[in-house]
């Protein structure tokens, strides 16, 4: 299974001019492929958030989008258990434990013919699986109750989330508000779900050296358009070649968007210079239209069309 945005453009309407818009995202393309993680950077306002409700059909009804959102699959229609998204927000009932709150999310979600012996087991492997075997039997916690660790809850809102096994897993900031300790466990859970042959998508801001470090591909954003789309460890080459060296012992993810916050057209203008730059920032485009040929004509399965303009 591959997901594949192709020309995307986002656009809002304003309240100013009748018939206006705002653009949030502006002709994107690119594509995620299974057992990779790819994470969505930019400053605030890039577009993050937007491009992650794009893929999991949850724009506003008021929202124009245009071009096209697919995704490989066996079936003439998605079933909603493809894909599962994780919000920045944990929403759980503070007297409840951890395994009470899988538990109950496994029987409303599971099939029902799933047997209890079934159920338990897996709720077990999930709770292994996020490593919260040493907080199962605590309860979550609020205001006025304590309770886990905001990592642990984080791995919590994504264990529920993996109890049907979906094939893409889509997570909006799952390290902010965590500390580095808590965010490498966070990501390290997700790179574990991804060697599991998933397909896992994230909109980080500026992430850990470590963090970095576990990503497989990296989609930057500034001003909803694309600055770079490739390799998360070719990157720091990427920008070294238009002119923007990372300094020695700096987190490459600052570097990066200390660089777009300066200034975009600035940046633009230096890739342009570099015509093995625009080759890899274009080839994205290359590989979308290659990946879409392949899988309609020699490919063992089609792609589906789950939005479209």
């Known amino acids: 299974m591959c997901s594949v945005w192709e020309n995307l453009t986002v656009e809002l309407p304003t309240m100013i001019t009748s018939g206006s818009t705002r653009k949030l995202l502006s002709d994107l393309s690119g594509y995620a492929e299974p057992g990779h993680i790819l994470a969505i950077m930019g400053p605030s306002g890039s577009g993050k958030s937007t491009l992650l409700d794009s893929l999991a059909g949850r724009l506003s009804s008021n929202v124009k989008m245009s071009g096209k959102v697919l995704l490989n699959a066996r079936r003439s229609s998605i079933d909603c258990r493809d894909i599962s998204y994780?919000?920045?927000e944990d929403f759980f009932l503070g007297t409840l434990t951890v395994k009470e709150t899988i538990t109950y999310s496994a029987h409303l979600r599971l099939p029902r013919k799933t047997t209890k012996e079934e159920l338990d087991s897996v709720v077990e492997n999930t709770i292994m699986e996020m490593g919260l075997q040493d907080c199962a039997d605590s309860k979550i916690g609020n205001w006025h109750l304590r309770g886990i660790s905001t990592g642990e809850k984080k791995r919590l809102?994504?264990?529920?989330?993996?109890?049907?096994?979906?094939?893409?897993?889509?997570?909006?900031?799952?390290?902010?508000?965590?500390?580095?300790?808590?965010?490498?466990?966070?990501?390290?859970?997700?790179?574990?779900?991804?060697?599991?042959?998933?397909?896992?998508?994230?909109?980080?801001?500026?992430?850990?050296?470590?963090?970095?470090?576990?990503?497989?591909?990296?989609?930057?954003?500034?001003?909803?358009?694309?600055?770079?789309?490739g390799e998360a460890k070719m990157a720091v080459k990427f920008f070294a070649e238009a002119g923007f060296p990372c300094p020695t012992k700096r987190n490459p993810s600052d570097h990066f968007l200390?660089?777009?916050?300066?200034?975009?057209?600035?940046?633009?203008?230096?890739?342009?210079?570099?015509?093995?730059i625009c080759v890899r920032a274009l080839s994205c485009s290359y590989d979308v239209h290659w990946r879409l040929t392949w899988s309609l004509t020699s490919g063992p399965v089609g792609l589906v069309e789950v939005h479209a303009s």
């Open 157 to 229: 809102s994504i264990g529920v989330e993996i109890l049907t096994r979906p094939h893409i897993m889509l997570l909006d900031e799952p390290t902010t508000g965590l500390d580095s300790a808590s965010a490498f466990f966070v990501m390290r859970a997700l790179s574990s779900i991804a060697y599991d042959g998933k397909i896992v998508i994230c909109s980080l801001h500026q992430p850990s050296s470590d963090v970095f470090n576990l990503l497989d591909d990296l989609l930057l954003l500034s001003g909803g358009e694309t600055v770079y789309f």
């Open 258 to 276: 200390r660089c777009i916050n300066l200034d975009f057209d600035i940046i633009a203008e230096a890739l342009l210079r570099y015509q093995n």
């Open 86 to 88: 994780v919000t920045q």
